[in-house]
């Protein structure tokens, strides 16, 4: 009896293991489908995905697919990898011409308007997509690559086909759709509108004519009177319209031929989109593309420069020195007046290019911006009125730097005044809070000061509005166009921006917006002395510029020392070895940074610090914004100096760290 009852007992607890064991694979199994579920709703409501192809010699040799292809296609960015003619293959046989056509057109040097075509998916589904294509060019104007979108627009092409043959109750569905969609007649009138027409042209739209919110001349009409004349393909237009709040906004606009079940043109519906902010978008990024390219080239230009500056001013000042004709020694003296105004404009440049972070110290604006102000307007007949409150906060600036915005914007100002007028400049604290805009740009929410140079001159005609700022651009015969580039350049680095309006045959109003200072007190910068240097002893000198070499060592030797050269950091390396094997040792070693195709100074500091941690080094470059100039014991240097430099520049750095030193 008690065997029995054991046993139904085991046969209770199998069955109930069991069940329970079921019951929890149903809920793996829910979980998963569940799991499986939204990963197909949130793929099926990705729509765009993106596209990036590499030209050289013009023609494609790499195309990188975004991880989004899968969701629009059904293939993975692999599979698009591992057969460079999938796209193609992909594409429905009677559209391959128009996409075709696309690829050759931006090939050729254009800027095809956006197509729409037909795919077949991985899944044997068909869809719609529209494609569109923006250029990237170097600064010789050659293509380099082009970035493709791609959005499935399937959805839309059912509506659009779908609104052939609309019933009341379909037009009431078609209303709350977030697109515009109108209809016009062969007249061209408005005749039906959805709720996203009536917001954007207003509830008085219908019975008017399209024309009536055209903003400027256009060839709208001209464009798709082949619809009226019966064309039943899609036509992409693009076409500046007037909002009813006024506002000229940029709509693209799909449109297409309707007939009445005769086959008679009735009018036309179009369905449309505002792309003004991102037709913006595609401006500052072909803007930004742009100027980095000009940038690296304006770096290398001055770097070069700089080094040609240096042994050019350096030999004429060795020469002075030399010379005991007090003609030829007043004419040399001449030669070297433009120097400094050599070295402005080489800063300009590299200020300008790529890098470059200012040197920031805090201080008071005012009375520091009179200077540059009153240096600028010297011997003209323009004058200047300040307006500045006695409680403007302190920043923290680069006072080279600001200088040279301020200097900049005035020059430009009085070369709008050819007959002469009168400058304001003003300044006030404001505060920026979140959702603010100015600049065309949105800066962070916090206190700023804002800087205001308002002129009396020509203005600015509108066309040019856009391109002030862009590098080499000019309007003046003797002008550099780098000027408001550069004042653009400096202070987006401060964390800033600059903004300008202006009225023609009015004057023009430069703003200026500067983050205040967390700081409570002002740097001090004690003022420099005249410097002359007399040593002895041994220097190390590298640069990979034979008159660089040459100039720098004819300097150190008129103040004592020996001097040893070397053309990279390899060579200065040996020669470090073969001094100190011979019992000797250098007093100091001056690196260049740059050393095109060979070791240079920031490589070869490392080394160097392995065998003399204590030695003077220092970091010498035309690339004056090189953080090494900036930070150089940061990167293992005892000290920087900036090319071009004269003799005092370098008696001074010699007087901070070798021991024998007479400052005037």
């Not at 796209?87 to 046989?93: G, T």
């Amino acid at each position: 009896m008690t065997k029995k009852t054991k046993g139904k007992s085991k046969t209770a607890h199998t069955s109930e293991s069991a069940l329970k064991a079921n019951t929890e694979r149903k809920k793996t199994e829910k979980i998963i489908r569940e799991s499986e579920e939204r990963y197909r709703r949130i793929t099926e409501a990705i729509t765009d995905y993106i596209y990036s192809v590499r030209i050289e010699n013009s023609r494609p040799v790499e195309t990188t697919h975004g991880e989004a292809c899968v969701a629009v296609t059904g293939y993975t960015k692999e599979e698009f990898a591992a057969d460079p003619y999938l796209w193609l293959k992909m594409i429905a046989q009677e559209d391959r011409n128009i996409a075709i056509k696309q690829a050759e057109d931006i090939l050729s040097g254009g800027y095809p308007s956006p197509i729409e075509h037909r795919i077949i998916r991985k899944d044997g589904a068909l869809r719609w997509v529209e494609s569109s294509i923006v250029p990237k060019h170097d600064i010789n104007g050659n293509l380099i690559s082009y970035d493709g979108i791609i959005r499935d627009i399937t959805e839309r092409k059912k509506i659009e086909e779908s609104l052939l043959s609309l019933s009341s109750r379909q037009k009431a569905l078609l209303a709350a759709i977030p697109d515009i969609i109108m209809e016009v007649d062969n007249n061209k009138v408005y005749t039906w509108a959805n709720q996203a027409g009536y917001e954007f042209f207003g509830e008085d739209v219908i019975g008017k004519e399209a024309a009536f919110y055209f903003k400027g001349e256009q060839s709208t009409y001209n464009m798709v009177q082949p619809l009226f004349n019966g064309n039943e393909n899609i036509i992409y237009i693009e076409s500046w319209q007037r909002r009813k709040d006024g506002q000229k906004r940029l709509i693209a606009w799909w449109c297409r031929v309707l007939k009445d079940k005769n086959g008679n043109v009735t009018g036309a519906l179009s369905s449309a989109r505002d792309i003004t902010e991102q037709k913006q978008t595609e401006h500052l990024l072909q803007q930004s593309q742009k100027l980095e390219s000009i940038a690296v080239l304006a770096a290398g230009i001055a770097h070069d420069f700089n080094n040609l500056f240096e042994g050019i001013f350096g030999y004429i000042e060795m020469a002075i020195k030399a010379t005991n004709d007090s003609k030829v020694a007043d004419y040399l003296a001449k030669a070297m007046q433009p120097f400094g105004q050599a070295k402005s404009l080489t800063q300009q440049i590299l200020t300008f290019a790529k890098g470059g972070d200012p040197i920031l110290k805090t201080n008071t604006l005012f009375p520091f911006l009179k200077k540059p102000v009153e240096f600028a307007l010297s011997g003209t007949n323009v004058f200047c009125r300040f307006d500045i409150p006695d409680n403007l906060q302190l920043c923290d600036f680069d006072e080279n730097q600001i200088s040279q915005v301020i200097g900049n914007i005035v020059i430009n100002a009085r070369q709008s005044m050819p007959k002469g007028g009168n400058i304001v400049i003003s300044a006030e604290n404001i505060s920026i809070k979140e959702g603010d805009t100015c600049c065309s740009s949105r800066l962070l929410k916090g206190n700023y000061v804002r800087i205001s140079v308002k002129d009396s001159g020509t203005g600015i005609p509108k066309k040019n509005m856009t391109r002030i700022f862009e590098p080499f651009f000019t309007t003046k015969e003797q002008g550099s166009g780098l000027g408001l580039a550069t004042a653009y350049s400096i202070i987006k680095k401060h964390k800033g921006c600059i903004d300008v309006e202006s009225v023609p045959g009015e004057g023009s109003t430069f703003h200026l917006y500067l983050p205040s200072s967390q700081k409570g007190s002002v740097a001090v910068t004690a003022q420099q002395p005249i410097s002359i240097h007399k040593g002895s002893g041994r220097i190390l000198v590298m640069d990979d510029e034979d008159f660089i070499r040459g100039v720098i060592s004819e300097m150190l030797k008129t103040m004592g020392y020996s001097v040893l050269c070397a053309r990279d950091g390899h060579q200065a390396l040996d020669l470090l070895a073969e001094v100190k094997q011979s019992g000797h040792s250098f007093d100091a070693i001056i690196l260049d940074l740059t050393v095109p195709g060979g070791m240079g100074g920031k490589e070869a500091i490392l080394e160097i610090r392995k065998l003399n941690p204590s030695i003077p080094v220092f970091a010498s470059s035309g690339y004056s914004e090189d953080p090494v100039i900036s930070l150089p014991s940061d990167y293992g240097f005892t000290d920087s100096i900036r090319k071009p430099y004269r003799m005092t520049d370098l008696a001074r750095i010699l007087n901070r760290y070798l021991s024998k030193t007479t400052e005037a």
